[in-house]
């Protein structure tokens, strides 16, 4: 961990005191020899019409004597005062903002709670489909096949699961429908272990760790950063973020307010600057102060506009000169809400730079959770964090089996297996 050290500022030594002026003791002749004092020549006697000598002013204690023409002197011309250059002064972020402690226990609790409308999109539907039947028949894999898709879990993701179902019942000679809701369930935390990377793989030996975060527009980018940043404070890491969204002044604006509020600094530049040149300046300043971990947002780019991925990959490859091996995680934001688009999104940009990780983004408000099965089932790419709501905290970092225990739970009140 790199600490920060405390500048000790010398204190200026106070300026020597002057030492009161004595009054001045006429002055008594020496005696000569002989006996006799030598009398001094009396004092000029003034000329008619002659200005009178100016008597100086009566000097505070401590203080030499001023003649008046000293005195009208320094009225008339005023020193100068020496000019400095400006210091620019610094912008100083106040601390983060104190989140609430929860237990795990209570962050299973609120997982569960914000996965509320995938679980009766899916696993209540699926309740009731099992409950109504009384054996495992064709018609029950047709309902079953029906509800799936509805769950956004992907045509191909749903033939496999069902393939593998049937398999199942073939092989044990399963004949209760519940049975076979297991099944289910522990066929789909296999899809999501299976494409799961341990994040440690990607951290490099020395320096920092950086990261690049891509995605569209409106997807949750910039708060996804923020909320991250938070994480990666809190577990004693220094951080600093990269505002190479230059293209929309409020990106820029909305980056530093996060920055604030979570209490790391923000290299930023005007709006329209060049996104590349920005990066390139953010990381040399990362490298001479020594950052634990550099975020870098890049533009919303739609995946359909070829000139725009374009720029993209230019940020990458300045990256890499810069640092080498780095970007070390290329992290993908995605709206759990788009989606079959969100799919879409996710294979395009991975052709394009490479994504290493997903953050499925607004999970708590769709109904339709079930791309992140289909993700890691198609794309293999491992989701890093899920983000279930709107605090700070709501950023989760993502765990296979504690979703599936949370999306299968019942009534929401289920608990761990």
């Not at 004597?65 to 002197?73: F, G, R, T």
């Not at 610094?90 to 983060?96: G, N």
């Not at 577990?235 to 980056?255: C, E, H, K, N, P």
């Not at 794309?379 to 765990?399: A, S, V």
Request: charged residues 25%; glycine residues 8%; negative net charge.
């Amino acid at each position: 961990m790199l600490g920060w050290f405390k500048k000790k500022l010398k204190k200026s030594e106070p300026a020597p005191a002057l030492e009161p002026q004595l009054e001045s003791v006429p002055e008594v002749a020496a005696p000569l020899p002989g006996g006799e004092a030598v009398e001094e020549a009396p004092e000029p006697a003034p000329v008619a019409g002659a200005a009178a000598p100016a008597e100086p002013e009566p000097a505070e204690p401590g203080q030499a004597a001023v003649l008046p023409e000293e005195k009208a002197a320094a009225l008339a011309e005023p020193e100068e005062p020496t000019k400095t250059e400006p210091v620019p002064k610094p912008e100083i972020l106040p601390p983060p903002v104190a989140e609430p402690k929860t237990s795990k226990g209570g962050l299973f609790r609120r997982l569960q709670e914000r996965l509320a409308k995938t679980r009766d999109s899916l696993v209540a539907r699926l309740d009731s489909l099992f409950l109504g039947k009384k054996v495992i028949d064709p018609e029950l894999f047709d309902d079953l096949e029906e509800i799936l898709i509805t769950a956004d879990l992907g045509v191909r993701t749903v033939h496999d699961l069902l393939a593998h179902a049937r398999a199942r019942v073939k092989r044990d000679q399963l004949s209760d429908p519940l049975a076979l809701k297991q099944v289910l369930q522990e066929k789909i935390e296999g899809y999501l272990m299976g494409a799961d990377r341990d994040a440690s793989l990607v951290m490099p030996k020395s320096g920092p760790f950086v990261i690049m975060v891509v995605g569209v527009n409106g997807v949750g980018k910039t708060t996804t950063i923020g909320k991250l940043a938070n994480k990666f404070k809190s577990a004693g890491q220094s951080v600093l973020l990269v505002a190479a969204d230059t293209f929309r002044a409020a990106a820029i604006d909305q980056l530093k307010v996060w920055g604030q509020r979570v209490g790391v600094e923000v290299v930023a530049q005007k709006p329209g600057a060049d996104p590349s040149a920005v990066v390139f300046d953010g990381l040399d300043h990362a490298l001479n102060r020594a950052f634990d971990v550099i975020i870098i947002d890049t533009a919303g780019r739609l995946h359909t506009k070829v000139n725009l991925m374009e720029e993209v990959k230019k940020i990458r490859r300045v990256i890499g000169k810069k640092i080498e091996a780095a970007p070390h995680e290329v992290l993908l934001v995605l709206d759990a809400t788009t989606g079959q688009n969100s799919l879409a999104q996710a294979r395009q940009f991975h052709e394009t730079v490479g994504v290493s990780g997903l953050a499925l983004t607004k999970l708590d408000g769709t109904a339709k959770g079930g791309i992140v099965v289909n993700i890691c089932h198609e794309l293999e790419i491992p989701i890093r964090f899920i983000g279930i709501g709107e605090q700070m905290d709501d950023l989760r970092d993502f765990d296979p089996r504690e979703f599936v225990n949370a999306l299968f739970a019942k009534n929401g009140l289920g608990g761990e297996r």
